[in-house]
């Protein structure tokens, strides 16, 4: 893989202009393409095969009030006021009959006619349905309702609107351009020069460019959860810059041992860009294996995500040399007054990490179990981990969907903020009137109920939704018991003849939470599996692989332990905007061990691979430890401060769903490359000395050799004739790209 990558940065330095311009040109037709098919991107975590979405299709058209996109018009007096007055009232119906002849309105159940008036007269809600399904709902018919309902905004009433339709779509806000300002400055306090932090900053805007163009040009065709883009820019951006970041740290230590520029770029793919290629490949598989869940929309997200860490490698290990081709011997001008770090490839440029790998290595257990109780002491609150999906409650308070769901709790309760659908299947029984009449009876006396509604039949009289209002709200614990005790009782409701079913939005919510739930631990032993084996091969070692999991695994830790400390037990909620404590979303466990996995698959490959490189070159186990830490430490932690800047800056966002994921990934690139890697790592290697590297002989004979650093590259060309330096050219060495006369000169 070094000798490929070797020829293929040679090509695209001689050939820069080439190839500058092809990824131009692949940007402006990506990007002509999500201009012209671009569609709607889709709000609903729908999952096949969960009892609530069976149910819900069960009726989709025979009773489509129950599967079709329903909001809320709310509508609130001023504080010791009421609705009832002649004049509001008046102007409630009013609004009422405007909305039920809005465009794409199914239905309005008018307040004072339904009795969705709260006891003190002061808020009221009218019940809306449309005439399509949440994912088919376009803008318009939710723009006609908030017009139509005019007529009580002028009578001086408070109107809100609530419900599926009205949840706002997930969407950037613009906080990320922080993160990347504190990634630019990360670079520049780096490298010390404009040019040399201008590289990783314009291969990853365009690898971003082209990975968010296919992606939204993709949204016209398939169904696309609104997470997906988010989480692609996110992980895209991150890494785009970090996978640039490490190949010109080597380009530049290249030109400071006197290589060509031509050569220094070249080399620098074959060894960095190998480490890069493979690190990315582990991300890729990590974020592909989110299929194993089974879950369609994590399934987008994370072929979304893998698709944008693709593009990053090709752009670093393509675009990137051909960049260095343009900078030449001036990758290190435009000098920033007060930022001039050691030369690359002094002694002086690693003389912190040294320092630190040298204490580390001298007291390696005080170390390593002071790592293992700090991230102990982090992970503790994982034990109160609850799932869930974010609800009208969970968004900022002042969007409307927020302000509804109060004003409903204020007023009816929680539980009308979700209500259950009981589906109930009576065609087996003998009366079936009398068996649905059963039923409500049965869920009337359950736990946790406020009050089942009056059932409604389809056309034969043998299907019926039964609404059921819970005490608790949608994510609360007491409304998930309630789903459960319901389930329980269709065992004996099936001696009578009928077949009962819970769904609604609420409980598909939960349905999707239990199913990742019980995702989790097969996808975290697969995860487990995939890290041995390929470190392992790149390694050639057992014990290595093995204390990279467990390193993984206590990240993963530690960052579930920090979200449920801020986002269910409200820690830290004056510093990070949580709209409102509850559970965490449900599919974050997984989406954060896939995508940590392959990050701290990064920073292993990085130190460890320098560690092996020292210590192949005859250092002692403990100084080969010292040396390789010291040589890839201040190249990864500005990798990390980078990802820690990029992900933390989504997390000051007010998405309930993506600033948990940027908080959880944020935290994990701390604890992994800052206590794992940096500490820990360092720790054990010393601990193990020799045994570090010990691989048995029969693995030896049947695993294949994987080039992670370019030994046999470095072989290969110090072995090629005619050259008095030992060295074979960047420009002669065989293209992988067909030849042009003159390309590039």
Same mark, same amino acid.
């Given at each position: 893989?070094?000798t490929f990558l070797?020829?293929l ?8 202009k080439?190839?500058l311009?092809?990824?131009l040109?692949l940007?402006?037709?990506l ?5 012209g ?6 709000d609903?975590?729908?999952v096949?095969?969960? #009892?609530?979405?069976?149910a %819900?299709?069960?009726?989709?058209h025979t009773?489509p009030?129950y599967a079709n996109?329903?909001g ?6 001023p ?9 509001r009232?008046t102007a409630?119906?009013a609004a ?6 809005a465009?794409g309105?199914a ?10 008036v ?8 009218a019940q ?6 949440l994912r088919d ?5 939710r723009d006609?309702?908030?017009?139509a309902?005019g ?6 009433l ?5 419900g599926?339709?009205y949840?706002p779509t ?5 906080g990320e351009a922080?993160g990347?300002g ?9 490298f010390? @020069?404009?040019v ?9 805007l365009v ?5 968010m163009a296919?992606l939204?040009?993709?949204t ?9 883009p988010?989480?692609?820019l996110?992980?895209?951006?991150a890494v785009g ?8 740290? +080597?380009h530049?230590? /290249?030109?400071?041992?006197g290589? &060509?520029?031509a050569?220094a770029?070249?080399?620098a793919n074959g060894t960095a860009?190998?480490?890069v290629?493979f690190?990315g490949?582990?991300v890729?598989?990590?974020l ?21 860490v693709v593009v990053?490698?090709?752009v670093a ?14 990758? /290190?001008?435009?000098r920033v007054?007060?930022?001039?770090p050691?030369a690359?490839g002094s ?7 040294e320092?630190?790998? +040298?204490?580390v ?7 390593l %179990? ?9 992970a503790?609150p994982v034990k109160?981990l609850?799932?869930?999906l974010?609800?009208g ?6 969007t409307?969907a927020?302000t509804a769901y109060?004003?409903?709790?204020e ?6 903020n ?5 589906? $109930?299947?009576v065609?087996?029984a003998?009366r079936p009137d009398?068996?649905v ?5 049965r ?8 009050t089942? %509604?009056p ?5 034969s009289r043998t299907?019926a939704?039964i609404p059921?209002i819970?005490?608790g ?9 309630l789903? @459960?005790?319901i389930?329980?009782?269709?065992g ?5 003849g009928?077949d ?5 939005t609420t409980?598909?919510n ?8 019980d995702?989790? &631990?097969p996808?975290?032993l697969?995860i ?5 084996v %390929?470190?392992?091969?790149?390694f050639? @070692? $057992? ?8 390193g993984f695994l206590l990240s993963v830790?530690?960052a ?11 820690w830290? /909620?004056?510093?990070?905007p949580v709209?409102r404590t509850g559970?965490v ?8 061990i ?6 701290a698959m990064d920073? *292993? ?5 320098r560690m092996k #490189? ?6 002692p186990p ?10 890839g430490a201040?190249?990864?932690t ?7 800047s990029v992900?933390?800056?989504?997390a000051f966002g007010h998405?309930?769903?993506?600033q948990p994921?940027g908080?959880a ?5 701390i604890?992994d490359a ?12 010393a601990l193990?000395g020799?045994a570090?590297?010990w ?5 030896e ?5 994987v080039?992670m *650093?370019?030994?046999k590259?470095a072989a290969?060309?110090?072995a ?6 030992g060295?074979?050219s960047a420009a002669d ?5 067909p030849e ?6």
């Amino acid at each position: 893989m070094a000798t490929f990558l070797y020829r293929l940065a040679a090509a695209c330095h001689r050939r820069r202009k080439a190839v500058l311009a092809l990824w131009l040109a692949l940007l402006i037709a990506l990007g002509g393409l999500a201009a012209g098919f671009s569609g709607k991107t889709s709000d609903e975590f729908r999952v096949p095969g969960t #009892e609530a979405q069976t149910a %819900l299709d069960r009726i989709a058209h025979t009773l489509p009030e129950y599967a079709n996109a329903s909001g809320q018009v709310v509508f609130a007096a001023p504080e010791g006021e009421t609705l009832t007055t002649p004049e509001r009232r008046t102007a409630i119906q009013a609004a009422a009959q405007a909305v039920g002849r809005a465009p794409g309105v199914a239905g309005v159940h008018e307040p004072f006619a339904s009795e969705a008036v709260s006891k003190d007269g002061r808020i009221a809600f009218a019940q809306v349905v449309f005439d399509k399904k949440l994912r088919d709902l376009g803008q318009g018919p939710r723009d006609a309702v908030r017009d139509a309902a005019g007529p009580a905004r002028k009578a001086g009433l408070q109107v809100e609107f609530g419900g599926d339709a009205y949840t706002p779509t997930v969407q950037v806000e613009g906080g990320e351009a922080i993160g990347v300002g504190v990634a630019v400055l990360v670079l520049l306090i780096t490298f010390g @020069s404009l040019v040399a932090a201008g590289m990783p900053m314009a291969g990853a805007l365009v690898g971003v460019g082209v990975g968010m163009a296919a992606l939204l040009a993709l949204t016209g065709a398939f169904d696309i959860i609104s997470t997906a883009p988010v989480l692609a820019l996110m992980i895209g951006m991150a890494v785009g810059i970090d996978y640039a970041l490490f190949i010109v740290s +080597r380009h530049r230590q /290249n030109l400071a041992e006197g290589m &060509p520029p031509a050569e220094a770029a070249a080399r620098a793919n074959g060894t960095a860009g190998s480490a890069v290629v493979f690190a990315g490949a582990t991300v890729v598989v990590a974020l592909a294996g989110l299929a194993v869940a089974g879950v369609p929309f994590l399934t987008v997200m994370g072929l979304a995500a893998a698709g944008a860490v693709v593009v990053a490698m090709l752009v670093a290990v393509t675009l990137l040399p051909a960049l260095l081709g343009f900078a030449g011997h001036s990758v /290190n001008r435009l000098r920033v007054p007060g930022l001039r770090p050691p030369a690359a490839g002094s002694s002086g440029r690693t003389a912190a990490g040294e320092r630190w790998g +040298r204490l580390v290595v001298r007291h390696p257990v005080v170390v390593l %179990l002071a790592c293992l109780v700090g991230v102990g002491a982090m992970a503790v609150p994982v034990k109160d981990l609850r799932l869930g999906l974010p609800g009208g409650g969970s968004y900022a308070r002042d969007t409307t969907a927020r302000t509804a769901y109060d004003l409903v709790s204020e007023g009816f309760g929680q539980g009308f903020n979700g209500p259950l659908i009981a589906v $109930v299947d009576v065609s087996r029984a003998p009366r079936p009137d009398q068996a649905v009449q059963l039923v409500t009876q049965r869920l009337a006396g359950l736990h946790g109920v406020v009050t089942p %509604l009056p059932p409604s039949f389809d056309a034969s009289r043998t299907v019926a939704a039964i609404p059921v209002i819970p005490a608790g709200g949608p994510d609360s614990k007491v409304t998930a018991d309630l789903v @459960s005790d319901i389930r329980a009782q269709r065992g004996k409701l099936r001696e009578a003849g009928v077949d009962l079913k819970v769904s609604g939005t609420t409980a598909g919510n939960i349905d999707v939470s239990k199913k990742l739930g019980d995702a989790l &631990p097969p996808f975290l032993l697969v995860i487990a599996g995939i890290s041995v084996v %390929l470190l392992a091969l790149a390694f050639r @070692s $057992v014990l290595v692989p093995v204390k990279a999991v467990v390193g993984f695994l206590l990240s993963v830790a530690a960052a579930m332990g920090a979200v449920v400390a801020v986002y269910q037990w409200g820690w830290l /909620n004056e510093v990070i905007p949580v709209p409102r404590t509850g559970p965490v979303v449900s599919f974050l466990p997984i989406l954060l061990i896939g995508v940590l996995f392959g990050l701290a698959m990064d920073y *292993e490959l990085f130190l460890v691979s320098r560690m092996k #490189e020292e210590r192949a070159h005859g250092a002692p186990p403990r100084a080969a430890v010292v040396s390789g830490f010291g040589n890839g430490a201040r190249v990864v932690t500005a990798a990390a401060l980078i990802m820690i800047s990029v992900f933390g800056s989504f997390a000051f966002g007010h998405d309930p769903i993506v600033q948990p994921i940027g908080l959880a990934l944020a935290v994990g690139v701390i604890v992994d490359a800052f206590v794992v890697r940096m500490a820990l790592v360092p720790a054990v290697m010393a601990l193990l000395g020799r045994a570090a590297w010990w691989f048995p002989s029969f693995l030896e004979r049947v695993v294949p050799h994987v080039d992670m *650093e370019g030994e046999k590259l470095a072989a290969r060309l110090a072995a090629a004739p005619g050259r008095q330096d030992g060295e074979e050219s960047a420009a002669d060495a065989p293209s992988p790209l067909p030849e042009r006369r003159g390309a590039g000169r």
